[in-house]
């Protein structure tokens, strides 16, 4: 994305200067009154790069846009790698990551929602990731305790998994929307990703 980011701002300060430069000699060439021929197709290139520059100024202006909602990423502690635990939050953290990648990629309007509830999920999940380490660290009962164990690691890898999938469609948003310009459509698979999310960890750290 940071590099997308730069490439836009380059080819928007190469079309600039061409327009200008094309601006510039429009008005420098032709010595005859009246309108030239040279000097029309001059005005007519200098016309088409300004569009072009300007085109390219607001795409470069729309991937720019998720920097002012900049996404935190709390800081958390993973359990002992011995805990069932472990291996979803680890997977948790790097999706984290690449969600708030993406987030930056799209407008404030589509994405800010999206990342404020993806984060209070993350936090249900590693507190139901507690609840798992806690358990394990009890003694067992002698009725079996895996049971009631298997079921808290089967919620937590559900829950992992619904924020594994609205992160990989937010990435396919933003590799369909590349100019950061986002249609109602993608907008709402996207809040369909979030509630789903939202509707798997509801109840899970209480």
Known sequence: MARKRS????????????AVGLI???????????LEFV???AGLAASVAAVGAIDAGVRAYRLHLGWHATPKIAVSTLPDEGSRAFAPLVRLASRERELADHVTALPDAVSADTWRQACA???????????IAAAENRPAPRDGPAVGIDLLVSRLREGVSAYERLTDTAAELVAQHGDGSVSADASLRLAD??????GMTRGLGS
């Open 24 to 34: 510039v000699l429009t008005l420098e060439i032709g010595d005859q009154p009246g």
């Open 7 to 18: 490439l836009s701002r380059r080819g928007f300060g190469y079309r600039l200067l061409g």
């Open 121 to 131: 999920a993350a936090r249900v999940l590693r507190t139901h990731a507690g609840q």
């Open 39 to 41: 000097e029309f197709g």
């Open 193 to 198: 990703a979030t509630d789903a999310l939202v």
